[in-house]
């Protein structure tokens, strides 16, 4: 006889499968051995793609990494206790950026909280105000109807997981699993896993003039996209033939309006003034110039728009926006004489400032020939991977400086970039980019990832962001072995707060003491000495160090299984 605890993890698998729900992570624990056993013979049936880690952290970022590239909710299957908590940094990165998760939970039941029971707490209260929904079910017993329950549940989850994470939490009494056996083919109805959003899920926003708005292309307007603004926003920008300001990881980071020099333009008092309009997608993160243009036009009486995207919160810098639409629509044919080529003249500009920096010159050798026998520079690093990125190709990028550096001069490129940009944090860089390239590479209805679809996936990371995630390498036997390159440059520390103010804490060392850290590289740089080899052969990935220009382009083209490439960065 199948137990309880069985019948409805069934059930609830089922219906998430159905509801088009295929990619599932687990953490293995006790209390959760009826979800595992059951995603397991979901898998060998053939019927869902499942990935197991043995940490928790690790394995929710890499259902966000799935999630992201799939656009389709990912599961990530935990036990009891401390497990929980660990879930919490991928679920603030996708709470802040509208990705689709769903935490499974396993939870005991009522009668043992509260009682100092081991490995029991109260695992709503560890996620509250951090997702979306939370569905909290108690232990089942066997009763009719508990399996239909569930059901629901599940179709109400993944609903609502359009708006980012959601927590469904499923207490299990004893006994904890038995035998089950994958129902006959004709049970499964599998759906898109996609949904329109328009369950109540309880959230406010903070203002709202609208759902739809209408612009017309007679204004001189700057479109700003940040991460998750989609192709929508470039598309937008050529219909009004303004200027787009787009980051890199924006998704709209190509065509004809774009202006990569946004912060110098951004700033200058010429564009500052012409403006009339402002339209922002997505979150921008990745420069102080955008906010405080945003911020200098609302007050100056410039129109500011800003169109909603998942996450938890819509872009207003300084509490300056008024006007939030859900999408914009574009009538009319652009004005030749003013607007488009007010804004001609700042594409043309950004081109110059391309095409400068294009035109440096080759390093010479003290003999005077020419070489590339130099050591790599951070604007080496990030041209090459920019470069070697095809269409076909996903890139990843670290929340560290090298995502500034590439934002910076990066030419436009119509190729899909990722990063953890809803709270821009170091954690889960390598799982959310290995969740990324399994997603890529075995793509719906599955398949062997290292074989199934053409494109690498790339991450480009700092050392102190490689470091903080290297247990994101562990793949444990039986695991599918992602083509991703993970890129590393190593300049030995947190470099980034050399470029900010806190830089002018910093002094120089007195003479006696060389080698002694200062009191600002210990707390800010916090400089590192570990052996990236060593740490990357232990996992059992390829590793390649690239010590200069000549070899660099070769080391990151292309990628036969998971592989790190260190590349030594100057301070």
């Known amino acids: 006889m199948t137990a309880p605890s069985t019948r409805v993890a069934a059930a609830l698998l089922i219906a998430l499968l159905n509801e088009g729900v295929t990619d599932f992570v ?29 940490d928790e952290r690790d394995a929710a970022f890499l259902a966000l990494g799935l999630a992201k590239e799939s656009g389709r909710p990912a599961v990530v299957i935990t036990t009891s206790g401390s497990a929980v908590s660990n879930l919490q940094p991928a679920v603030l990165e996708g709470r802040h950026s509208g990705v689709p998760m769903i935490l499974l939970t396993a939870d005991r039941p009522e009668e043992l909280h509260g009682i100092g029971t081991n490995q029991t707490t109260d695992h709503v209260g560890l996620l509250a105000g951090q997702v979306v929904r939370t569905f909290d079910i108690g232990a089942a017993t066997g009763d009719h109807g508990e399996e239909e329950a569930v059901g629901a549940v599940a179709r109400e989850a993944v609903a609502a997981a359009v708006r980012g994470p959601v927590h469904i939490n499923v207490a299990f ?28 899920d309880g959230l406010e926003c903070e203002s709202s003039n609208g759902d739809l708005l209408v612009l017309r292309p007679d204004r001189r307007t700057v479109v700003i996209a940040g991460a998750g603004a989609g192709e929508r926003a470039e598309e937008c920008a050529r219909q009004l033939g303004a200027v787009l300001f787009a980051e890199v990881a924006s998704g709209a980071h190509f065509g004809p309006q774009l202006v990569v020099p946004y912060r110098a333009v951004a700033q200058d008092s010429e ?37 909603r995207t998942p996450g938890a919160e819509d872009y207003n810098p300084g509490h300056s926006v008024r006007v939030f639409v859900d999408s914009i629509e574009v009538l009319g044919a652009t004005d030749e004489v003013a607007t488009q080529k007010w804004a001609d003249g700042w594409v043309a500009a950004s081109r110059a400032f391309l095409a400068r920096d ?48 590439l934002d910076a001069v990066a030419p436009g490129k119509r190729i899909v970039v990722h990063a953890n940009r809803g709270l821009a944090g170091l954690d889960g860089t390598i799982s959310t980019a290995v969740g990324v390239a399994l997603a890529h590479s075995s793509g719906p209805g599955g398949g062997d990832a290292a074989t199934s679809r053409a494109g690498v996936t790339r991450l480009l990371t700092g050392d102190l962001a490689f470091l903080h995630d290297v247990g994101g390498l562990a793949l444990g036997d039986g695991e599918e072995r992602p083509p991703l390159l993970v890129i590393v440059g190593n300049d030995g520390g947190g470099t980034i707060f050399d470029e900010l103010e806190v830089a002018q804490s910093r002094r120089p060392r007195p003479a006696p003491a060389q080698n002694a850290l200062s009191r600002y590289d210990r707390v800010m740089l916090t400089p590192q000495t570990a052996s990236i080899e060593l740490l990357v052969r232990a996992y059992g990935w390829e590793y390649r160090r690239v010590e200069s220009c000549d070899d660099l382009d070769a080391a990151i083209s292309a990628c036969f299984g998971p592989t790190v490439v260190e590349v030594p960065l100057a301070r």
Do not use: C, Y
């Open 26 to 54: 687990l953490a293995p624990g006790s209390r959760s051995q009826a979800l595992a056993l059951v995603a397991a013979e979901l898998e060998s049936a053939g019927r869902v793609h499942l990935r197991v880690r043995i």
């Open 173 to 200: 009494a004893e006994p904890l699993s038995s035998p089950w056996t994958v129902p006959p083919i004709e049970t499964f109805t599998v759906g898109t896993g996609l949904s329109d959003g328009s369950i109540d």
């Open 271 to 307: 564009f500052v003034e012409g403006l009339d309009r402002v339209l922002v997608f997505g979150h921008p993160t990745l420069s102080r110039e955008v906010p405080w243009l945003v911020e200098r036009a609302a007050l100056a009486g410039v129109d500011v728009i800003v169109v």
């Open 358 to 405: 294009e035109d440096e010159p080759m390093a010479t050798s003290p003999t005077g020939e020419k070489t590339l026998r130099v050591p790599v520079t951070r604007k080496n690093l990030v041209d090459a991977v920019w470069h070697s990125t095809q269409a076909a190709d996903r890139l990843v990028v670290a929340a560290s400086r090298l995502i500034r550096e």
